[in-house]
């Protein structure tokens, strides 16, 4: 990366205008020349080349609602998955999701008036997925990686990732009849 | 334009702005440092009950001098906010009557019902006729956690009854309990 900003400096030095410039450059020329020859060894040596750098950027679209509706059978799991899109402009792609609920303390919870009912996050960086790695509130999964080369997946890969969300036998054969509703909050974050 | 065309447009309008907020209602993240995004999750659970915890009742080498009784605690759970339920019970005689058999020997016998666990006696129950008015403690479909069981069957046959069977013959029958969410 050093070679890199001296390559630029000698060449921004170099692009002066003016009678001034020849005196200047005639001065300054020799040296210009070992600086560049020099930032370009180091550069050679280092195998790599210009570019632009990481961003650190991320971005998470393509999200859905969930709707489970009526749930018939209490005695299975009800799983309802959607592929997003996450974007990572970092060196590695790399990001982490935290998964916030509307129950006390982000707890992952529907409520339906005084009655609540819990449910479960499942995550995965690759889309289609209909599980994953489970979520615990408020806590960070670090490690994920997005193949996302555009920030809302227009072009590339449509959707990088999967979000599960379910409903456990237990905990639906345990609830009040009524209709149950909340939130889920996804915060990504670069890695 | 009329004034009727006019409010039916302008209701066509407010539909479909409704229809659009509630379709729309997950946000997706903008570019930054961090990204949030955030979705909306309903399911609704419909009134549902279970019973469990039954077993089969048999009365051997009676005497018919005494009565015979089988009580057993069963669960019965229920999801309404009340935890309501009614139960109706029917037996394999004709009309679905409460009567063992054996051919074409029948004798009666009378289901008591009780909405805790551990009674000998309860409320008599006629065949197809719903007990209404049943609460439920359970906090687990099968009892699994929670009270282990929340209600009494009990089976009783009268020395009247014991006294019409044949000896040494065997009567059976079937006792089905239907239990529905209130």
Redesign the interface.
């Known amino acids: 990366m050093l070679a890199v900003k001296a390559f630029a400096t000698a060449v921004l030095k170099d692009s002066g205008i003016g009678s001034r410039r020849s005196a200047l450059s005639r001065r300054v020329a020799p040296g210009l020349a070992r600086l560049l020859a020099g930032a370009l060894l180091v550069v050679g040596l280092l195998g790599e080349t210009p570019s632009n750098a990481a961003s650190n950027k991320v971005r998470i679209t393509n999200l859905s609602d969930v709707g489970f509706g009526t749930i018939a059978n209490l005695n299975v799991d009800a799983v309802q998955s959607q592929s997003v899109c996450v974007y990572a402009d970092t060196n590695t792609s790399g990001y982490n999701v935290t998964g916030i609920g509307a129950g006390p303390g982000g707890a992952f919870q529907l409520s339906s008036g005084a009655a609540s009912m819990s449910f479960d996050v499942l995550w995965s960086s690759s889309p289609g997925q209909n599980s994953g790695t489970q979520l615990t509130p408020n806590v960070p999964l670090t490690g994920q990686v997005s193949s996302g080369t555009h920030q809302t997946c227009s072009n590339g890969p449509a959707t990088t990732a999967s979000l599960v969300v379910v409903l456990r036998s237990i905990a639906l054969s345990s609830a009040a009849a009524g209709t149950y509703n909340g939130t889920l909050t996804l915060v990504i974050g670069p890695e | 334009m009329d004034i009727a065309r006019y409010l039916r447009l302008s209701a066509l309008c407010v539909a479909g702005l409704l229809a659009s907020s509630a379709a729309e ?24 009950v279970q019973i469990s915890g039954l077993s089969d009742v048999s009365f051997a080498n009676q005497d018919p001098a005494t009565a015979a009784l089988s009580a057993q605690n069963i669960c019965v ?1 229920s ?3 009340t935890k309501g339920y009614n139960v109706t019970a029917s037996g394999s005689g004709t009309a679905n009557a409460f009567t063992l058999a054996n051919g074409a020997l029948t004798t009666p016998y009378t289901v008591e019902w009780a909405q805790t666990s551990g009674q000998s006696s309860g409320t008599a129950l006629a065949t197809g006729t719903a007990l209404t008015g049943q609460k439920s403690t359970a ?3 099968l009892c699994a956690s929670g009270p282990s069981s929340t209600a009494s069957l009990i089976v009783k046959m009268s020395t009247a009854s014991l006294q019409t069977m044949q000896a040494a013959t065997t009567y059976t029958g079937t006792l089905t309990l239907v239990v529905a ?1 209130e």
């Open positions: 209602a997950a946000t997706q993240g903008s570019l930054g440092a961090t990204s949030t995004g955030s979705i909306s999750i309903g399911a609704s659970v419909p009134n549902r759970w999801n309404t906010s906090t687990n479909a969410p």
